[in-house]
């Protein structure tokens, strides 16, 4: 049984899709804790309704960025994951933090990688005039939204979008995505090679 813990910063739309998918399909898998930084994230809401263990560190209550990341690892020890899951998790983190997780840590981002990293991908992704959008679910590494490539999800741009048409678009898609990535690695079918290239051991298709 792999251990998940579950990282947000708000709505959780993300994480609740992995619980969602998780419960329905049977995966050998727990999501043993939902952890914010934010008080007030509705994740939080739903995960504990669920029965799913739940935990607030505040970004704000710590003086430096090292001490907030020692306090969150602290509390995500505690539940001895196996997967860390950045679902819409809104904070950088420092390097020991990343290499402390480094091969169990995914996040999911909402564009084409190493396209836009960083925020406000779609907009900036509209200003480009690009006909093609998605989302990548990667395994994190030090540099923000980068790091081995697990999934890639891809949208088409359509005459007229805006933000909020193309972010509700690539949401969809990052629905069907991420659940899919965790469970290969909860079935440990994902291989990282040496350059960073990740592949499906049965060889199913990282695009979606
Ligand atoms: C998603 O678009 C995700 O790709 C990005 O932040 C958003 C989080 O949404 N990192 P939610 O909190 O999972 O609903």
Not at 91 to 117: Q, W
Not at 138 to 145: A, G, I, K, N, Q
Request: charged share 20%; glycine share 6%.
């Amino acid at each position: 049984m792999k251990r998940i813990v579950i990282l947000i910063s708000g709505r959780g739309s993300n994480m609740e899709a992995i619980v969602e998918r998780c419960a329905a399909e049977a995966w050998d898998a727990q999501i043993v804790a939902v952890i914010s930084n934010r008080p007030v994230a509705a994740g939080l809401t739903y995960a504990a309704a669920k029965g799913i263990a739940t935990a607030v560190i505040d970004h704000k209550l710590h003086i430096t960025r090292e001490a907030f990341d020692a306090e969150l690892a602290a509390a995500i020890d505690a539940y001895h994951p196996d997967l860390v899951v950045l679902a819409g998790f809104m904070r950088i983190l420092t390097d020991p933090f990343v290499r402390r997780y480094e091969g169990r840590m995914f996040n999911i981002h909402p564009s084409l990688l190493p396209a836009f990293p960083g925020l406000h991908t779609h907009r900036r992704a509209l200003e480009a005039g690009c006909k093609v959008a998605g989302a990548t679910v990667h395994f994190v590494t030090p540099t923000l939204d980068f790091g081995p490539i697990v999934a890639q999800a891809t949208v088409p741009v359509l005459p007229g979008d805006d933000e909020h048409t193309l972010s509700a678009r690539v949401l969809a898609r990052e629905h069907v995505m991420y659940p899919l990535a965790v469970r290969w690695f909860v079935e440990a079918k994902l291989r990282v090679d040496a350059h960073g290239l990740v592949t499906h051991l049965d060889g199913e298709s990282q695009l979606l």
